[in-house]
């Protein structure tokens, strides 16, 4: 289906106005009767106000386009329909370091209010979103949003919560991106150690002097692992045998008991703050992974994955991870290991009528226009993948790939999904004509990243068997082996790394350099995960002379994680950094992590003196591009001369990477000492775990466009 088709049905099926109402065949009475909210009425809110960017969509050198972008708010069962209020309440001005000034702007046309389209309820909760549609103009704006007649179960006061601001970039700029992934705790974390998730202070302060656009989440929003500790699979967990938790049945009573904890833990995680206040005025885009659902879901034996219990949970949390994640209606289907409605299909997972009774499920809403819908069901999640293209603003593209509902322990994503993802990224640059500079790419693990067969062939070794029969019968060793299949607790995320899938891997970066070369763009790939922050790159080899601003191979892979999970203690950084070799991906191409960690954040020793590649500290990142004099080129100029290797600055704007780095502060304003089109990137890290305003220090690095052949 043509995009455009896709948004006017998206829309067409979203919008409502007052005193409409709209079919449901799944509910109980096939109908939501919910009438629309006044003044008086007070709906109880559980969760929300959570704002998302949706979609860019009309932008043209003759039309200033619209920004597209939703609100959900989760409330009990109720069958009033509440309404937001929007409105442009300034022009943005911003200077280096001080908070952001906002101007007042002549009156402009309010939008009309937004109707809350009712995409979910049942005995639990239900879930209200607001499709807002807001002009770009010439200038950067703040829209404010207000939703009356709330009340907070917490007990704080609604004007806290129900009003709330948030900035879209004028017509031709680009977004100011905010990247995180792993907001969440292990199992077993002492959380108050860490301060909570502090870091999300930090990114509030920066957003207050600098605001960000959109925010990406790369995975692990939420934690649902504690499911297994304290939560209905405890008793799952617990049993001995393999064979008998393969074969355990995942029936109604475990499926409800299942639904309720995912649902009640986004709740808790969602309105904790820090966390919470970010989510209200900062546009999120995520994409989800192991921990969203449980950890490392997808990459353990196939056999074990076709279980009942790990279909089931899978079935579950793909339902709270679109509601929640992507102000999504579920699927109406779900999966009982007994209802013969679960039999998989080639559409995926049937309905279940018995799940559904005196449940709601909005089937108007169609697929969004940003999807793009796997070529077939997952094998344990038996609904397609959902991967993302949006305009991040006039110059910067994004694709973000789910590459974990098809994830296999052999295969990260179909080879069929990948053809459709490559197919959406080059019709839309083609249509844009050199418009977009910067194509950003989201996969989840870093996957220009130090090897790790060493230790895989460890654990397939001998000497493994030995320590797996004590943990079994004396329990020695616990914390090294995973409760679910008895295998060292790392092998699941040594599969989930693109390493481990070697013909997947290349053939991902060879489309991305054709991509690069075809359509003049500049790739970089974003990535999370492993609980360290680096900076990896691909390149072309140094003998071949090419210029970093012509060399198409070049694509930078920034890795941060995580925001608010602990990370690896400093050997493992340590070892890594050692295992920072310059690999030869191909004849033309090398691959390596760059020597960015010049110091320690705020005068602190958190890694080796010889370790400059990896950063075992929490952290997150911005993306600021320099749209300022668009139409010089640039080059690397002057008496610079390319280093013999990869780890060393490869052009103008790499040197001095690292905490003296122009791009260090976050803050970085369009100068005219910055190359046009240069992406600023500063990954935020933590100075002090136990400062719970969560103090940041930065380490920048400038990536240049690619010059247009």
């Known amino acids: 289906m043509a995009t455009n088709s896709i948004l006017t049905n998206w829309a067409r099926d979203s919008a409502l106005t007052n005193g409409q109402t709209i079919n449901a065949p799944n509910s109980s009475t096939g109908l939501d009767t919910s009438t629309s909210a006044t003044e008086s009425d007070q709906l109880l809110v559980l969760c929300g106000p959570l704002l998302n960017y949706k979609y860019m969509y009309g932008a043209s050198a003759d039309n200033q386009g619209e920004w597209q972008g939703s609100v959900l708010i989760v409330t009990k069962p109720t069958d009033t329909r509440p309404e937001l209020r ?7 001005s911003v200077h280096d370091g001080a908070p952001v000034n906002v101007l007042r702007v002549p009156d402009l046309k309010a939008p009309q209010p937004a109707v809350g389209v009712k995409l979910y309820e049942d005995a ?9 549609s807001v002009p770009f103009y010439d200038f950067e704006a703040r829209w404010t949003y207000n939703i009356p007649g709330l009340r907070f179960e917490s007990g704080e006061a609604p004007e806290k919560r129900s009003t709330a601001s948030f900035y879209v970039p004028s017509k031709d700029q680009s977004m100011r991106i905010m990247f995180h992934s792993c907001n969440g705790f292990s199992v077993g974390t002492d ?7 502090a870091l ?4 509030l302060r920066t957003h207050d002097r600098r605001p960000f656009h959109v925010m990406i989440g790369g995975g692990d929003q939420v934690y649902n692992d504690s499911i297994r500790v304290s939560g209905p699979l405890q008793k799952w967990t617990g049993i001995a045998s393999v064979r008998e938790r393969r074969e355990y049945p995942f029936g109604p009573e475990l499926n409800k008991a299942c639904d309720t904890f995912y649902c009640r833990n986004y709740i808790k995680w969602y309105s904790t703050e820090p966390f919470q206040s970010a989510n209200c005025v900062i546009p999120q885009v995520n994409i989800w992974d192991d921990h969203d659902i449980i950890d490392g879901f997808g990459s353990y034996a196939d056999n074990f994955m076709r279980s009942s219990v790990f279909k089931g949970i899978g079935s579950i949390s793909y339902k709270y991870y679109l509601l929640f994640q992507h102000h999504a209606p579920p699927p109406t289907s779900t999966y009982v290991s007994n209802a013969p409605q679960a039999a998989h299909a080639e559409g995926g997972e049937k309905a279940d009528s018995a799940r559904l009774k005196d449940t709601y499920v909005n089937e108007k809403v169609g697929d969004e226009p940003g999807w793009i819908l796997g070529s077939k069901p997952g094998p344990y999640i038996e609904q397609r993948s959902r991967s993302l293209w949006m305009q991040l603003g006039k110059h910067i593209g994004f694709v973000g790939i789910d590459a974990r509902t ?7 994503n179909y080879p069929e999904t990948y053809k459709l993802i490559w197919e959406r990224v080059n019709r839309e640059l083609t249509t844009h004509n050199g418009q977009i500079r910067h194509l950003i790419v989201l996969i989840g693990v870093p996957i220009a990243y130090p090897r790790l067969e060493w230790l895989a062939r460890l654990f397939d070794s001998p000497i493994i068997a030995p320590i797996r029969l004590l943990n079994k019968h004396f329990g020695i060793a616990k914390g090294f082996f995973n409760p679910f299949n008895s295998e060292p607790d790392l092998r699941d995320d040594i599969n989930d790394s693109p390493l481990a899938h070697k013909a997947e891997r290349k053939e991902l970066i060879t489309s991305l350099q054709h991509i690069s070369e075809r359509q003049s763009v500049r790739v970089t790939i974003l990535s999370g995960d492993v609980h360290l922050a680096a900076m990896g790159r691909f390149y072309s080899k140094p003998k071949l002379g090419i210029p970093l601003e012509r ?10 994680s995580a925001i608010t999970n602990k990370p690896p203690p400093r050997a493992v950084a ?11 991906f191909d004849h033309h191409t090398h691959e390596t992590m760059m020597n960015i960690f010049d110091e320690g954040p705020g005068g602190s020793t958190k890694a080796a003196a010889r370790n400059h590649s990896t950063m075992p500290s929490r952290n997150y990142a911005v993306l600021t591009l320099n749209e300022k004099n668009v139409d010089k080129t640039t080059t690397a100029e002057g008496n610079f001369r390319l280093p013999k290797t ?8 790499e040197v001095n990477a690292g905490a003296k780095h122009p791009a260090a502060s976050g803050m970085h304003l369009e100068t005219d000492d910055t190359p046009a089109m240069a992406l600023q990137v500063s990954l935020r890290v933590e100075i002090d775990q136990h400062d719970r305003e969560g103090r940041t220090d930065g380490y920048g690095i400038g990536i240049p466009a690619l010059t247009k052949v």
């Open 86 to 92: 929007i409105s442009c309440t300034g022009s943005v």
């Open 191 to 197: 959380e108050d150690a860490w301060s909570g998730p």
């Open 574 to 584: 340590d070892l890594l950094d050692a295992r920072n070799k310059i690999h030869h």
């Open 551 to 560: 060399d198409h191979r070049f694509i930078p892979n920034v890795i941060s």
């Open 406 to 412: 098809e994830r296999t322990m052999h295969t990260m």
């Open 124 to 132: 639990e909760a239900c879930f209200w979103r607001f499709d807002l």
């Open 200 to 203: 999300w202070n930090d990114v």
């Open 646 to 653: 990869g780890r060393d600055a490869l052009h103008p704007l």
